[in-house]
């Protein structure tokens, strides 16, 4: 697939491309850049299919049940985030970064697709699905730790034709019915018998301060913050863009559709992150 360009499309792309050149690139990620992976985001085309609402902070640490509802989704949900590749697009900011052009990348994504793709150094503002925490102890333990106890106190469940059917949402878990949810057995902190929850920022958390800072602090020190795949809806995201343009660092948007940042940007791109970014990257060979 191309990114079809009329001559005054074509000429916008060529100033991005003179501007990336420069180096010093901040790139700023979404849902939308996982996509192409297979990994439905939360308010484009596959975020409207949705069937349910995330999970929020408060509902998990109140509720057993609505954390094994959680879990349970969950668990199902890992094996589609396990098992998704790096697309063309995650491919492209990592030949960035190697090239030197790239300076620091900022995603929104709790997918680790990034760092599988080959990139370095990247600042997960809403952490990752890979990892797990205690919320008594605070200790970090890896994923396909807690999937490997989720199997053995749940033999046969994940291979049920009701659970298989389910449809995957995009934050990582499955819709399921819940006859499927009584069924499940979470499981505690093998430390201390603490609740376990994922290394993510729920709906409704906040983002940890020393993380907010950080991400700043590389958006001030950026020649251009590129914004790839995110509506910027909320202001988790959104904030580094004001940010950057408070301090007439150029902004520059590649997303299917429109943006909140739209006005903060020196230039918007409506197209696929895949082909914009593969074409962007043999542009600047």
């Not at 069937?51 to 668990?75: D, I, K, L, Q």
């Not at 090239?99 to 952490?127: C, F, K, M, S, Y």
């Amino acid at each position: 697939m191309t990114v079809v360009r009329d001559a005054e499309t074509a000429e916008r792309w060529g100033m991005l491309a003179d501007l990336m050149a420069d180096g010093e690139v901040v790139v700023l990620s979404g849902a939308g850049l996982s996509t192409e992976s297979g990994i439905p985001d939360y308010r484009g085309e596959t975020g409207r299919r949705r069937r349910a609402e995330p999970m929020t902070y408060h509902t998990f640490v109140s509720s057993a049940a609505a954390r094994r509802r959680y879990w349970a989704r969950s668990h199902l949900g890992w094996r589609h985030i396990v098992d998704a590749s790096p697309n063309a697009g995650h491919r492209a900011v990592a030949e960035l970064q190697r090239r030197g052009l790239v300076a620091g990348i900022i995603t929104q994504n709790v997918d680790g697709l990034h760092q599988a793709a080959g990139a370095d150094g990247v600042v997960e503002l809403h952490g990752s699905l890979h990892r797990v925490r205690c919320l008594a102890c605070g200790r970090r333990t890896p994923r396909h730790t807690l999937d490997r106890r989720l199997r053995a106190a749940n033999p046969g469940w994940h291979a049920r034709r009701e659970v298989i059917n389910a449809m995957i949402n995009p934050d990582g878990d499955a819709v399921l019915g819940a006859d499927e949810v009584e069924t499940f057995r979470t499981v505690d902190c093998e430390g201390c018998g603490g609740v376990l929850k994922p290394d993510v920022v729920f709906f409704g958390e906040n983002v940890p301060p020393s993380r907010v800072e950080e991400c700043y602090a590389l958006t001030e020190r950026a020649g251009l913050l590129l914004v790839l795949g995110s509506s910027l809806t909320v202001m988790s995201g959104y904030r580094f863009v004001r940010h950057a343009a408070a301090r007439s660092i150029p902004v520059a948007i590649i997303n299917q559709g429109p943006t909140r940042g739209d006005g903060e940007a020196l230039m918007t791109f409506d197209a696929p992150l895949g082909p914009a970014l593969t074409t962007l990257v043999r542009e600047l060979a």
